[in-house]
């Protein structure tokens, strides 16, 4: 039987949200469930707080950001990219991101229902891990596409 993997950190901050640490649970809560209708400021906010709760969870989003910010910079110096090639590149990118941030979704229901090992709920993060793999393997293909017809138009002429 495989030991679960732990983070303090991330530990730490499942008990805060569950109000394991404190004894008790928030009078209000990190979010915000409701019967009634929320204020579009109100959607917002949440949506702006779970995006920044998914990048300080985890550390893969500094590798996505990191090659997002470098395949912008190629795309961005090699000049001849149109709207398309542009288009292309940036939902790419989102849907990684994204990808990143429902697989983070799941890890911290995860670590909501239980702390200890659970092979059916270990499944589930290897099967949310894979689909970040598949949209990573995806996004790289299309960057090749786009990048290999690019550099031939610009430096073909010199080979």
Not at 54 to 69: G, K, N
Not at 89 to 99: D, F, K, N, R, T
Not at 129 to 150: D, K, M, T, W, Y
Request: glycine letters at 8%; one cysteine or more; aromatic letters at 10%.
């Amino acid at each position: 039987m495989k030991k679960p993997r732990t983070n303090k950190r991330i530990n730490k901050q499942t008990k805060k949200l569950t109000g394991e640490l404190t004894g008790e649970l928030s009078k209000k809560p990190p979010y915000h469930f409701s019967h009634g209708k929320r204020t579009w400021s109100r959607k917002f906010t949440d949506a702006f707080l779970g995006l920044r709760q998914s990048v300080h969870q985890q550390s893969s989003y500094h590798v996505h950001f990191t090659a997002a910010i470098a395949v912008l910079g190629m795309a961005w110096l090699l000049g001849n990219f149109d709207t398309v090639r542009w288009s292309l590149l940036v939902l790419c990118i989102a849907m990684v991101i994204a990808g990143e941030m429902f697989n983070t979704a799941i890890e911290t229901l995860a670590r909501a229902i239980t702390q200890t090992y659970n092979p059916v709920i270990g499944r589930a993060l290897d099967i949310a891990s894979g689909a970040v793999l598949v949209l990573s393997f995806g996004a790289a293909v299309v960057g090749l596409i786009l990048f290999f017809e690019a550099i031939w138009k610009k430096f073909g002429s010199l080979l």
